[in-house]
């Protein structure tokens, strides 16, 4: 099946496990830190990925395509301003209430934003077959290109020969459904898998021809949600698009089958004036086992001098807790974390020295916790990585 994102991302719930749930509106209480407690304000919702975590940048040609601000279906900037999807996204070749999202871990915030003032659809795609299932979207306003935002290559034909080979592995990258019966994840998750280029079948299918299949490895796939992101490798430091999420079985567990960029570089080159790299050098090549998330949650925002925000509580079954907080250079941002006692939330931790990032290693009880982030000077965007 196509994989567009049509499930709405369900509410997060939390069971009462048989103590008293925090009251969000609470008095905190607990500890006195070094620095005056903070005064707390509005609360900042929990991003709970549920699989492998992207971290900010490691997918910088990622976009997300918003359909009337929903999530419609992935991308992959490979212009300032073009962008490459699948066709099945956008079959109906209208720009109409389309936004692409870039440069942040989340298809609802963050990054940057444009809209799309014009589709064009591959001529030789045909919705019954999903052959040649490619479509580039112009964007009104170029991106500005940083460390979050990059731009992905198309694969020339030395590159493809080294990168597009049976048994490599690939990355595939998306907010779409976390299972066959999950909702779509609000935060970005990547996976590596094996690949096929041109396959005859694709488990028990037969795709159309300028393909490659993602073998089944461990139940890993694309899924609902994906469709039009990228599948890619790194060499000499470049992320080559080698793919694009087109569709692949209704269980998610292995067999997707993605379009084959390469085979479509001369349509590419002759719609929007990208042009194909050919590279050097000898490339990266993922591992079977891919390199573990950098964090088990992620959440971001944007704080001004005196300002904190609040993560969503949640329940912790014991161990080691730690909170990574890294914030913009000359800025001053400090990192608690709180336990919930059953009447007010007590400080347990925290780490508000000069460092950044700001480090917290917690031996947890079970319990509920929360994180507080703090600017004691300066402003800006910050992430916090929690690993558990």
Request: glycine share 12%.
């Amino acid at each position: 099946m196509k994989r567009f994102a049509w499930m709405s991302i369900p509410s997060l719930l939390l069971a009462a496990c048989g103590v008293s749930s925090p009251d969000t509106g609470a008095q905190q209480g607990g500890n006195a830190t070094a620095r005056p407690t903070p005064t707390l304000n509005a609360e900042l919702g929990a991003q709970i990925v549920n699989g492998t975590a992207s971290a900010l940048g490691a997918r910088p040609y990622q976009v997300a395509l918003l359909k009337n601000g929903s999530l419609n279906c992935g991308g992959s900037l490979i212009a300032p301003d073009w962008v490459m999807t699948a066709a099945h996204c956008v079959s109906n070749g209208s720009s109409y209430g389309l936004t692409i999202r870039a440069g942040s871990l989340y298809y609802a915030n963050g990054g940057q934003t444009s809209t799309v003032s014009a589709v064009r659809v591959h001529p030789n795609y045909n919705d019954s077959t999903t052959a040649n299932d490619i479509a580039l979207l112009k964007l009104s306003t170029p991106m500005t290109l940083n460390s979050n935002v990059a731009l992905g290559k198309i694969p020339g034909d030395s590159v493809e020969a080294v990168l597009d080979v049976r048994g490599k592995y690939a990355v595939v990258s998306g907010w779409g459904k976390t299972g066959a019966n999950a909702g779509i994840s609000s935060n970005l998750r990547e996976v590596s898998i094996p690949i096929t280029p041109n396959p005859t079948t694709c488990g028990s299918d037969r795709p159309p021809g300028n393909t490659i299949c993602g073998e089944a490895y461990q139940g890993k796939d694309s899924c609902n949600g994906d469709s039009g992101g990228p599948l890619a490798q790194v060499l000499n430091n470049k992320h080559y698009v080698l793919g694009i999420v087109s569709y692949g079985p209704s269980a998610c567990n292995g067999y997707g089958v993605y379009t084959r960029v390469n085979a479509f570089k001369s349509w590419i080159q002759t719609t929007s004036g990208v042009v194909a790299d050919n590279g050097d050098g000898t490339p990266t090549d993922p591992t079977p086992e891919p390199t573990p998330p950098t964090y088990d949650r992620t959440y971001e925002g944007t704080l001004y001098s005196g300002q904190n925000n609040i993560t969503q509580y949640f329940n912790y079954a014991g161990g080691t807790l730690t909170g990574e907080l890294k914030f913009p250079a000359g800025a001053d941002f400090d990192l608690y974390l709180q336990k919930w006692n059953g009447s007010s939330w007590a400080y347990v931790a925290q780490a508000d020295g000069t460092s950044n990032p700001e480090r917290i290693s917690y031996t947890a009880a079970s319990g509920y916790y929360r994180w507080i982030v703090n600017t004691y000077s300066g402003s800006g965007a910050y992430t916090l990585g929690e690993n558990n």
